[in-house]
């Protein structure tokens, strides 16, 4: 049996099949006598407004991922310099550990702590 993904992929892919379909035979192969009920017009207004549509939604689409990619570096603070970080690493390993600085001397093990959050 297929998971949830793989049904909701089937059927994405199903529409988009079915709607590319539908696209190209409206685009070459539009008879208004046969869809004069929708009353679009002339064949010419019908293949105008197919190939329209689609470069508006492409293009305002393009222009919806720049706007967002500017957003994003508009809004993201900068890194830190690398130098800066290279220093933090080097304290880091300059500091002695507590288990190294102070061995334990006793029996008894100690518990490891939960840490928290």
């Known amino acids: 049996m297929a998971s949830k993904d793989q049904a ?3 059927v994405i892919c199903l529409v988009c099949v079915l709607v590319a379909i539908i696209y190209v035979v409206a685009l070459f192969f539009y008879d208004p006598y046969i869809i004069s009920w929708l009353n679009l017009g002339t064949a010419e207004n019908v293949r105008y407004w ?3 549509v689609p470069v508006l ?23 830190k310099p690398i130098e ?11 500091e002695p550990k507590p288990e190294e600085a102070a061995p334990e001397t006793g029996a008894e093990e100690k518990k490891p702590e939960k840490k928290r959050k």
Not at 59 to 66: K, R, S
């Open 8 to 10: 909701i992929g089937g």
């Open 50 to 52: 197919l190939i329209a």
């Open 84 to 94: 800066e970080i290279t220093t933090e690493i080097e304290e880091k390993k300059e």
């Open 57 to 79: 939604v492409a293009f305002v689409a393009i222009l919806a991922i720049g706007a967002w990619i500017g957003w994003t570096m508009a809004t993201t603070p900068p890194p």
